[in-house]
């Protein structure tokens, strides 16, 4: 006869272990340590709550001090890989293995621990596809999660960075799990609960609030003419013709600019109401001005931003907010709606190849893919039409039979020619390639497949891969707007122009537009500060995106 | 100068206008009507709670009475049409458009309404596509939902058949929407807290509890020895060469025989460990035996099923339960699971086509999707590799340089050639597209494409999709497993053979699997009662399942 509550009790007994340490659920701050010891097990899978922005920086401070004899072989289950405590645990043999999505500061080290054997990788997912693996084979054993508040009961309230929270509790509680939150403070009564109280099981008040990093802020004065020239090619080159109201944007300049347009060139173009109205977006501070002109409808955010709280909470229309005031966001549903319900995805990258596959892995970095693998696919289980999804689907697919026709999601890649340090943006082969090589993965750390990919955007022109019949038509179209990289030069120009004079690719000319028109006074902000102006004082952005 | 509260100020008069009608947040069923009537704005988009199984049934009878010149222009956007209320809004002209995902017994009625006119249709979504438009353009502005309890401040209760009700509630409570909840029964203290009781804004105890209907029990008895035969073609030659560990599972006989026959036959194959460990599924009876022999680690659910709580409750370590005993389900999050985290979906459908796209419309009803364009599409942002997954983009693609080839999800269609009232399952051309035509709609109803089906099964054998070449070859693999209808009949025989020679096709034999060996005695259960065996008696059969 089986026993069938094994994890039932595993989990008593990891509370029991606790319980000493605890007075109701709260735990002392200076105990961190020591209740991690008690209550992980070796060989536990643990999700150590780093988002995108928001950290559990000292339960990851508390782990990486753990006694490696006690706390081992544990298995790393989390979407990001940002403090250097979340690779400490490596070094210091508290855990071996590591399945995440997204690392951005810490994508060298990462690099050199897989190199010298000290992580065994599962994979590198897109944040959506790491939960639903909570939820099948990854489901944590103990959550360490951060809150803004919790009352006596463990009722926990995160405030504007809700982000990965729910998943990851809902994942470990209602699977046996042990669930731990640091907060910034203890409360009577939460301004709203984002986390019931019987879903968590230890309750630490940090001395210092949770680190939280401002991601998604991008200061207007550092964007060019070659940014805004790609901008202004997105707007009339792809969002009016298309006519895309329902959309996700990527965190570069060159999509910061295209925020910055909206008011100003977008208006020109009479597109206001047209497109750009519903969007999947962090609270980027860069789309004020768009909000204010009165571009947009709504905003469902993955997380939040740091500086942009008072602004939200002047604006409920806009934002999804709660009964507090402050923004809720939720990175599952948010990245659900960009796969699902967006009709464009546009986002930078560091390479790309002929066949239109791009990367940011580059020699040394991994950065991870946070949310653009999901975004930056062709959603197949999509059964609802749209104008856009439509006519894309009609121009990748115009032979077959109507009714069997189905659409397709733009899918956009914008940058420049050559990135930073005049690196190639275009190039015959990714370095993800030598490096899935190099480390035996089964899979190169591919962002986005070219055969997703709809349009590439540089300053030369727009390449539409949509309307081409061929590979040989796509490398084609991809050397036409790769400029003067080795494989823009190793374009036939005979090709390039048949391709051009069948709309495969349009030039800055053939879309009425001048370079020379591209420049800075263009950009409803010009500055941080004219953001904040916008914002009527409400945005109060980063010391150090200040500069007045 | 924009007011930037509208919809918040829209929602607090929303709230003054029913408070006359509550204590608290409490309102007595008999002004249900009156409520809606308070509450809900013409034009309104409004979400009455239809799941797969739970029904906001209360709710439903009093907005179907509720008066047509105050309550007017709705746009109904729920998951599902179940109920005949659901309907009645639209006859009575209390709501004109309707965006939904599955619509069981009212397929039929929901066809005539489209064909009169009474209803503008937005699209039938897979489910977790309309929750993703829930964030963007679909956001609900009422929502009307059912739990089992809620206490004094609104906390919820939902009870094993949690389901839709989290995404419902958190995407329209935090956009400034109206939340009425029915209830069972009000407590003290409810036995754990689904739904935080700040999202709740009204509660309406229902004078009878909420109708739940048992849509996933198939009755052993009634499993033909022709399922048996399709269901150990597919254990044998499916699940066994790929090593598929995690599944989904559709709802109809031939899946419910695959289920019966793991701890038999399966066992026999020496499986055990090595296929179908881990599922996202509901708690399907059939399962029971699989789970008692040990078969199966953990089980994801979308809703539960009527008679399985006691049983759910004593298997806390396969399923997700809360601190109360009872199953945590969850839609939103287990159709995620479905789509990123699973190695295989199976189901069956009515009409398959020379392409391989599959329909459950046919002449005069529009079923709806449920999740199966969602679990039956490869997911294109996958990112982390495991056998099976690899092994199929193998087949499909093998050619491609090693480090740019992606996995396949194996996307399994199964089922007779013949089906209900010998109707042929293999159709030249589907009655889903004569209905596009005659509704004028944008998409056909396609349940499944083609291209993303990589194998079909029935009783004369498994066509595999992905070796297939070119259109002329997939053509004749589905020929190739048509059996007698007029499609199998139109095969080439040569080609045929080349394809068998090429294992394209598998018969039984040259899987080395006698026909005449597919009895009921393989099954692990034979009948219900043999399931609540299995259960230790904890399976409580509703009681049109019981004839003992």
Known sequence: MSNWDNARRGRLSRLQAGAHLAEGKRVQARDATALLEAVIRPGDRVCLEGDNQKQADLLAVALAAADNRVVRDLHMVQSGI????????????????????????????????????????????????????????????????AAVSADRDGN????????????????????????????????????????????????????????????????????????????????????????????NHGIGFNTAAIELLLPTYGERLGLKGKVAAQWALNPHPTLIPAIESGWVESVHCFGSEVGMDEYIRARPDIFFTGPDGSLRSNRAFS??????????FIGS???????????????????????APNMGSDAR??????????????????????????????????GET???????????????????????????????????VSHIVTEEGIANLL?????????????????????????????????????VIQRPEDLGINPLDANRNMLAARSVKDLVRWSGGLYAPPARFRNW
């Open 82 to 145: 940002v403090l250097p405590e979340h690779l400490d645990v490596f070094e210091n043999g508290i855990a071996t293995r590591l399945d995440y999505a997204y690392s951005g500061p810490q994508s060298q080290r990462i690099a050199q621990l897989l190199f010298g054997g000290k992580i065994r990788l599962g994979a590198v997912h897109t944040y959506l596809e790491l939960f639903a693996r909570y939820f099948v084979d990854l489901t944590p054993q103990v959550a360490l999660i």
């Open 156 to 247: 926990l309230y995160t405030g504007p960075n809700t982000e990965d929270t729910p998943v990851v509790v809902e994942a470990t509680s209602f699977k046996n799990g042990v669930v731990i939150a640091q907060v910034n403070e203890i409360v009577d009564r939460v301004p709203r609960v984002d986390i019931p109280g019987d879903r968590v099981d230890f309750v630490i008040q940090s001395d210092k609030p949770f680190f939280v990093e401002p991601l998604f802020t991008r200061d207007p004065s550092a964007i060019t003419e070659t940014q805004i020239l790609t901008a202004m090619l997105a707007i009339k080159g792809i969002y009016a013709p298309y006519g895309v109201r329902r959309l």
């Open 335 to 344: 990245q659900t709606a960009g796969l699902y319900a967006c009709d464009l």
């Open 349 to 371: 990258t560091l390479q790309i190849d002929l066949q239109g596959h791009s990367s940011t892995v580059t020699a040394g970095r991994i950065a991870g893919f946070g949310g």
């Open 381 to 414: 289980g999509r059964r609802h039409p749209s104008a856009p999804w439509l006519q894309a689907g009609l121009e990748a697919d115009p032979d077959s039979m109507p009714a069997l026709r189905r659409g397709r999601k733009l899918i956009v890649q914008i």
């Open 418 to 452: 050559f990135g930073d340090k005049n690196a190639p943006t275009f190039v015959e082969r990714l370095d993800a390639i030598a490096l899935a090589e190099k480390l035996s993965l089964d899979l190169a750390p591919i962002m986005i497949y070219g055969d997703d």
């Open 467 to 503: 309307l081409c019949r061929d590979a040989d038509e796509r490398e084609h179209a991809i050397r036409g707007v790769a400029g003067y990289t080795a494989v823009g030069r190793g374009r036939d120009p005979r090709m390039v122009e048949r391709l051009r004079e069948r709309r």
